[in-house]
């Protein structure tokens, strides 16, 4: 399960309406449970899409990633996983994304565009190599 704070988790969406027709990315931080099945996500940091086709794939670039991780690491918090954008669908991952999947047990979010807003998420288990659809909720804040 991911859990994101109202602001973390409409700055996502907001970003992915910002992007257009290009795919936007950047890193989740906040905590981590400590049984790995469980994160909450309290910040996003963006980051520039370096990918040669952006409209259909997403990169950091790795020089960015580690000045962000860096980043999110000196302020006390976890890497909880990482989001992008897909403009026209779909709402899982694509062959390329979890090609790139490298972190275990981090959560790869996905905003798609095609039609009403849908943020999904998916944790990369290493031992399965494969993607597992988690549940995606938001905090209400008072």
């Known amino acids: 399960m991911i859990e994101f704070t109202r602001a973390a988790y409409d700055d996502i969406v907001s970003r992915a309406y910002e992007g257009g027709e290009t795919e936007v990315c950047g890193v989740l931080a906040g905590e ?3 049984d790995g099945d469980r994160s909450i ?3 996003t940091h963006a980051a520039g ?3 040669e086709t952006p409209e259909i794939r997403y990169l950091i670039d790795p020089a960015e990633q580690l000045e962000l ?3 999110i690491e000196d302020a006390g918090l976890d ?3 990482f989001y992008h954008s897909h403009p026209t669908g779909p709402t899982h991952p694509s062959e390329t994304d979890a090609a790139r999947a490298t972190w275990p047990d981090r959560s790869y979010v996905i905003c ?3 039609g009403y807003p849908f943020v999904g ?3 990369w288990r290493d031992d399965e190599e494969s993607f597992e659809q988690e549940t995606v909720s938001v905090r209400s804040e008072r």
Do not use: K, M, P, Q
Request: proline content about 0%; charged content about 25%; glycine content about 10%.
């Open 49 to 51: 899409n370096a990918a």
């Open 41 to 43: 996500v309290t910040e």
């Open 112 to 114: 798609a565009l095609d």
């Open 121 to 123: 998420s998916w944790r």
């Open 32 to 34: 981590r449970g400590t």
């Open 79 to 81: 890497v909880v996983g």
């Open 69 to 71: 991780i860096e980043t």
